[in-house]
Every structure is written in C-alpha cells, then in structure tokens.
C-alpha cells in the first residue's frame, strides 16, 4: 500500500530498450516500454509518449470531475495529445511541447458548472501543473460540434 503522495513503480529490463513496468496497485496490467527504432523495437510506448498520456488523462479527469463529480455519463469525453520533441542547445531531444484537446460531449458541457470550471480545472491536474514548469502544455476544450470553449496557450 502506497503512503500518501508517494508511490513506487517497478522497471524491469526484458531486452534491448524494452522494459517490463509493474505498478503499485493490485489489479493494474503491467505496462511494456520500448524505444523507437533503431534504438528499440517499437514494442510499446516510450517515456515520452507515457508523459503525453499522463497530461491527458489527468487534464480529461480533472475536467469531468469538476464538471459531474462522480455523475459523469460514459464516454462523454475524447482526448488527443500531440508531443512535439526539439532539439536543444546541446542537440539533445527534449519534449518542447505538449498540446492537449479535449472534446466533451453536450451533456457533460452542459453542467451549471462549466463556466467556473473552465477556469479552474487545469489547476487541479497534477501532472500538467508539474510538467509545466519545464515546458509549455496548451489546452483546447471543444463541444461536440467542435467550437471552443476553453483555450490556454503557452
């Protein structure tokens, strides 16, 4: 059991880049990581991609969390995240950028709470908030016809 604000991971190394990771929690998979080729094989995601996930999924549960508690209505949001990987001074990858947009369905959008948690959602996503301050994390919050609702630019 994992004490508050603290958890461990486990990483095990299968062959060549690809690592084995087993959480802390019980009933969750474990999860293979890989690198591109010609690093890797391409067998699973790499870090990268888990830290584009990770600002997704935590910006997408932090929105429908604020917007219906625990009453949010099944598949009522669709989430995309684009990572864009520069080169920096030392010409080494670095993540540059991460872009989420976030589409909610109208029921979800409809919450008498939308306004208020427009402004305040982002500030509850752990992740993104920590991600932050090395690196710009855009947000897009679109209804279902695809006009905006919300946007952070950075």
Do not use: W
Not at 120 to 129: A, K, M, P, R, Y
């Amino acid at each position: 059991m994992a004490e508050a604000g603290k958890f461990t991971i486990h990483l095990q190394q299968e062959e060549g880049y690809a690592f084995r990771v087993k959480f802390d929690i019980e009933q969750a998979d474990e999860l293979l990581l890989d690198e591109p080729e010609p690093l890797g094989t391409d067998r699973g995601p790499n870090a990268s991609r888990l830290v584009a996930a990770a600002a997704a999924n935590c910006l997408s549960a932090s929105l429908m969390f604020c917007l219906a508690k625990q009453d949010a209505p099944a598949k009522s949001i669709h989430t995309e995240a684009t990572c864009t990987i520069v080169r920096n001074e030392k010409n080494r990858m670095r993540i540059g950028r991460i872009d989420v947009r976030i589409t909610a369905n109208d029921e979800l959008l409809d919450s008498k709470r939308r306004e208020r948690c427009m402004d305040l959602f982002e500030d509850f996503c752990v992740v993104t908030q920590s991600l932050r301050q090395g690196f710009p994390v855009g947000v897009e919050v679109l209804n279902q016809a695809g006009e905006l609702m919300h946007r952070v630019e950075e």
